[in-house]
């Protein structure tokens, strides 16, 4: 299985790079929503996926702030 980047031009499916196919060769085809980043919601702009780095240091982060102390509060 290989995924394609590709484009509708209203008739057809346009391959972004070249592919290497057969002739009517089986597809599925994802059809992607376009993202909208809304003028009044400035923080979607920031929506997308974190380098593991960065995901593992927010998830340290998040549990240092799950620790306790006993008799508090």
């Known amino acids: 299985m290989i995924a394609i980047k590709a484009y509708f031009d209203g008739a057809n499916f346009v ?3 070249p592919i290497n196919l ?3 060769q089986s ?3 994802t059809i992607l ?3 909208e980043i809304d003028e009044n919601k400035p923080h979607k702009k920031y929506i997308g996926k974190l380098s593991d780095e960065n995901f593992n240091e927010i998830q340290e ?3 240092e702030t799950q620790k306790v102390d006993k008799n508090e509060w």
């Open 61 to 63: 982060i998040l549990l």
């Open 22 to 24: 057969r002739i009517n």
């Open 27 to 29: 597809a599925i085809i």
């Open 33 to 35: 929503d376009d993202i």
């Open 15 to 17: 391959p972004i790079t």
